[in-house]
């Protein structure tokens, strides 16, 4: 994050107050594109689970498609969540602040969610195997929206320390 700054930057960077907050604006970058990186591999995940259902219309399976239309739409709501979400830091002038400390853990929780991501992917190819060889279908389901309630459960933990932090 620091390599692309000018002479005088760093100078200023380097007193001590400012230097503080610049390296928490950094994290905070850092911690946004973090999540914007999740966001897109998630997106290309649903574009896939999107695919599924087409190739389920296909099939004439379409006692299948409530069920992945829900995973869809579970798969969306995660998606928007960490688009949206804080960046969990306050601003330079604001009343409130969270505290270097809690501002490792949010970057840690989304280091977490974002290890856990190609998890979905796996669990969406295992659904299309299931699709494919006609066997294990509601298994592979199953095991695609456990891991989406899991990634839920791990963004709400999040969003539970950015709030005790900032009460």
Not at 28 to 55: H, N, P, V
Not at 100 to 129: C, M, R, Y
Not at 138 to 162: G, K, V, W
Request: proline share 2%; no cysteine; net charge neutral.
């Amino acid at each position: 994050m620091t390599t692309g700054m000018g002479s005088i930057e760093r100078t200023i960077s380097g007193l001590p107050v400012l230097r503080d907050y610049r390296e928490k604006e950094l994290r905070r970058a850092a911690d946004r594109r973090i999540r914007q990186t999740m966001a897109r591999r998630l997106e290309s995940y649903r574009r896939k689970l999107t695919g599924l259902q087409r190739d389920l219309v296909t099939s004439g399976q379409l006692r299948s498609l409530p069920e992945v239309e829900r995973a869809v739409g579970r798969l969306q709501l995660l998606i928007d969540r960490i688009k949206t979400a804080a960046s969990g830091y306050a601003g330079f002038f604001d009343a409130q602040k969270i505290r270097e400390d809690e501002l490792q853990q949010i970057t840690t929780f989304d280091a977490a969610i974002s290890q856990k991501v190609p998890a979905i992917n796996d669990a969406i190819n295992a659904l299309n195997q299931a699709i494919q060889s006609g066997e294990g279908y509601s298994d592979a389901l199953d095991a695609l929206m456990n891991t989406l309630t899991e990634l839920h459960e791990q963004f709400d933990q999040r969003q539970d320390a950015i709030r005790a932090a900032t009460e």
